[in-house]
Each structure stands twice: as structure tokens, then as C-alpha cells.
């Protein structure tokens, strides 16, 4: 029996944060752009795990910078933030559909709030071929927390070994391999078709 591929979105299927989103969004906050990142990535990891929503996660930013958004202000400000993790990489969207296709098992575990995973949802209908999709709003926990892996594990009803980890994030992959999946650091799609030919051939390995 093959691998269960367990996916990270970002840097992987999806694109990281383009530089037209983050100029958009620091547009938008009309702070200076050092202090808004600082400040975004400090507070990112509750909202990631879906512990504020969006509005309380921009309302504790504007406390954190100084300032004040009002409701108008705070949901251009989500939009934005949306529209720039919006694009996804083409070819590994293709292997996905392959993977599903060919009748692999496959899942998604995704550091991600709850507007940009209802927007994922709605607008990439590729989604549905995952069996699992782990979004650390609605799982309350984010990489590189044991607890999210572990969560995928018991969702996918599999031994940790028989799950390889996808992800561009070495942290994430040590983080994975600790609890005893496998692990491939991403760098391009031609490479993961690689190793999972590999790994298919020879079967899965510890």
C-alpha cells in the first residue's frame, strides 16, 4: 500500500503571500510597512488556530500599532489579506487531481484562518479531492504543534508511518517526522513526483 500524502497549502499547492498582496495590505493599514509585518506575524498564530476572528484579530493589531480601524477599514483589510494568498501553483494543483484520480489517498493540513479557508473552499473546487482537510481554525491547532499532526493522523485512521508529510517548511517536516510520519521538503513539483515514484517502487520505508 502507498504513502498517505499529507499536503501543506502554502508554499506548496498555493502560493506564498505575493508582494502585490503585501503592498496592498499595507496600503490599506496605512501604517509603515516594518511595523505592520512585525505585527501581523506576532499575532497570526491564534488567528490560525481560529482562537480570534478576523475582525478581533485586526481590531488587537490596530491596538498593537497605535491606531484605529473602523468596521469599513478592517474588512478591506481582510479582503486584502485574502486576495494575497489567493494564487496557486498550476502544476501542483495537477498532480493533485492526478494523485485523486489515480486513487491515492491524499490530505491537506493548512496553517490558515477561517476567512481565508471559506474563501478556499468556495472558489477552488480542487479542494474536494482531499479526504482530510486539517485547517488549523477548525482544529485548534497549528504546524508546528504535535497536536496537529496527531490530529491528522487520527482523522485519516492510519499509523504515522504511513503518512508522508508534504511541506516547504523544514521546521514542519522535523516537527512531522517526530511523531513519526515521513517527510518531503518541498521545493519544486518535479521533485515530488520524483520521490513518490521512488517511494512507490521500493514501498513505503521508516
Request: hydrophobic share 40%; with cysteine.
Amino acid at each position: 500500500m502507498n504513502d498517505t500524502v499529507l499536503f501543506d497549502l502554502f508554499g506548496v499547492i498555493a502560493r506564498h503571500q505575493s508582494p502585490a498582496g503585501r503592498d496592498r495590505l499595507t496600503a490599506t493599514a496605512g501604517v509603515p510597512a516594518p511595523e505592520l509585518w512585525e505585527t501581523y506575524w506576532a499575532l497570526r498564530p491564534p488567528y490560525d488556530r481560529g482562537e480570534v476572528t478576523g475582525p478581533d484579530y485586526w481590531r488587537q493589531a490596530a491596538d498593537r500599532l497605535g491606531t484605529r480601524f473602523d468596521d469599513r477599514r478592517i474588512a478591506d483589510l481582510i479582503e486584502a489579506d485574502i486576495a494575497g494568498w489567493n494564487a496557486v501553483d498550476d502544476d501542483m494543483v495537477a498532480l493533485v487531481g492526478e494523485l485523486a484520480a489515480a486513487g491515492r489517498r491524499i490530505a491537506l493540513l493548512s496553517n490558515i484562518p477561517e476567512e481565508l479557508a471559506a474563501h478556499y473552499e468556495e472558489h477552488h473546487r480542487w479542494l474536494k479531492h482531499f479526504q482530510v482537510r486539517a485547517f488549523s481554525c477548525r482544529i485548534g491547532h497549528a504546524k508546528p504543534e504535535p497536536g496537529a499532526y496527531r490530529w491528522c493522523q487520527r482523522a485519516l485512521g492510519l499509523e504515522p508511518d504511513r503518512i508522508l508529510f508534504v511541506d516547504d517548511r523544514d521546521e514542519n517536516i522535523r516537527a512531522a517526522q517526530a511523531i513519526g510520519m515521513h517527510g518531503h521538503l518541498f521545493t519544486t513539483p518535479a521533485r515530488l513526483r520524483e520521490t513518490l515514484a521512488q517511494r512507490d517502487a521500493t514501498g513505503p520505508r521508516s
